[in-house]
């Protein structure tokens, strides 16, 4: 049986261009879960005289469709400037690749979105964001959807472990129904901090465990 996917594809799939990550980078960001089938991390480096992406690189966990798409995305924003590569859409890289099949066009959408929201992680970090909208405890808990339970494979709020969040001049309190002592305790508190600390009015974040 012939498989759905185009020469395109399958090129990317075999070959990813700009696969791994930047230890360096300027800017990261992780879109969708392993646990329900597909996640992609993208990593940039931008030359901050005319904000044009220097480097870029992408992780993918899923099929044939994401890893393609991931490639493609990479090859299309690398040399662009930030606004330039926001404008990419899914439905570009789609054809791009030749078209893929309905099902699997989410996987564009995920490459996507983790292209943008990695340009919205170093435009936080360097004050570039155009709309100032303040952090709120509603905005918090979509930014921790983003942060991934590594026992599950699914967000932290899915996964209820976020028990409590709060807003309060400047600092972000968020607690979690999780032991300090746990074994990723430490590393799912860096990933909020890293997602939350670069807003424009958050001068602090804290994450507390439960006993």
């Given amino acids: 049986m012939p498989l759905p996917y ?28 392993p646990a329900c089938g597909d996640m992609v991390a993208v990593y940039l480096k931008v030359d901050p005289k005319d904000l044009r992406i220097t480097d870029i690189k992408f992780e993918s966990y899923g099929c044939a469709s994401n890893i393609a798409t991931g490639s493609i995305i990479t090859e299309m924003a690398k040399g662009k400037t930030l606004d330039e590569a926001k404008r990419i859409t899914w439905k570009q890289a789609s054809e791009t690749l030749g078209g893929l099949p309905p099902i699997k066009v989410h996987c564009s959408i995920l490459a996507v979105d983790g292209l943008r929201a990695a340009i919205e992680n170093y435009e936080e970090r360097h004050g570039l964001v155009k709309e100032r909208k303040p952090t709120t405890v509603e905005f918090v808990r979509k930014r921790l959807k983003r942060v991934m339970n590594p026992m599950t494979g699914l967000d932290v709020v899915r996964t209820k472990l976020v028990k409590e969040v709060e807003v309060t001049d400047g600092t972000v309190r968020v607690v979690l129904d999780l032991p300090e002592d746990h074994q990723f305790a430490a590393a799912i508190r860096e990933d909020i901090v890293e997602k939350l600390e670069p807003r424009w009015d958050v001068e602090r974040v804290i994450v507390e465990f439960t006993e």
């Fill in 6 to 33: 185009t020469e395109t594809v399958m090129e990317h799939f075999r070959h990813p261009r700009n696969v791994g990550r930047i230890e360096d980078a300027d800017a990261k960001a992780v879109e969708g879960s």
